[in-house]
């Protein structure tokens, strides 16, 4: 069994037929002369995804072929078929190179089965284009501390436009890189197909994330495109060291910047008086009166100012009061001081 094309690449903003000729090579093995009429039938095709079946797209093919003993020929079958848009769904949600059309034909004496891979391609409104990635922990959380070795997972949300194959890959810089590295190791990379008349959103959960290692990680979904140009957000959590620890009462911490009252973007710098035995800080903003905070960020020991991106402020609304504070924190993850709450408004 041959098929032809070996592979096909399906448009997915767009009903387009799918043309395949079976080649079906065949050897009589009767011996007892001939000649022998063999119908050669195929009862339908499957589209195949990650080894499962997950529609039927074509009904049966037959043909026969006519051979004397130990005779060979070969009888080619053609079709035509359009996925429906359901089987272009599954089609978009499948990983690239995990979809393939499969058909078993059969000349009454053996069987072989053919396949075509197939491939989700963009349609006719553009290329795929993402247009802006979300990140966060699995409980929603911006930053996080964690034990060592404990389970944790992150999020990205993914805002796109028209359909073809997201490239992307997770990334991390973990303790024993030098934070002034911006690309990191790569995780896991990521081909997933998106389809989308116009605009779109998916999310996309990240490996298993490393905490076998006390200290400070940087987690990014880094994505592969020509055109526009998007903010990559990067998370941020502290792993904590498995150590039997003294308990301690927080002391407090003071801040240095903005000023109670300032008015917030993307340029404001936090600043605060360092803590001698820190080992990271974690700037948080709530809603007034609230527990859980809105955005944040953690940062290394090393510094004692940091500026939020426009992406993280997102999560704040218009003309609107919060409260920011500080936190130090040492490498057992340990509560060492604490700023009073702040003020601070939003345009």
Known sequence: MTASPASVTVPLGQTRPVTISWRVNRTETDSSGGPFTRLVS???ASLIINGMTVANVAGSLSTTSVLLSGGTSTVTL??????????LRLLADSAAGSARIERTFSDTQTTATGIVNVYAGSGSSGELTVRRIDLAFQNAA?????KQNESLFAVADIAFSSSGVLRGEWRLIDPGTSLGSQSGRVLQVVRQSLLSAGQGRTRITSPKLPTDRSGLYLLAFAVEQEEAEIEIPVLRYFVIEQSKKTIIDPFPMTTLSPAAGATLNDQTVF???PVATASAYQVEIFATGESQPLTGKLVPASEQQLSLSSMSLDWLQDNTRYQWQVRALDKQGQLLAISARMPVNTP
């Open 78 to 87: 053609t079709e035509s078929f359009t996925l429906n848009p359901n089987q």
């Open 271 to 273: 600043s605060w008086q």
């Open 142 to 146: 911006r930053s996080e501390v964690v």
């Open 42 to 44: 195929s009862p339908g």
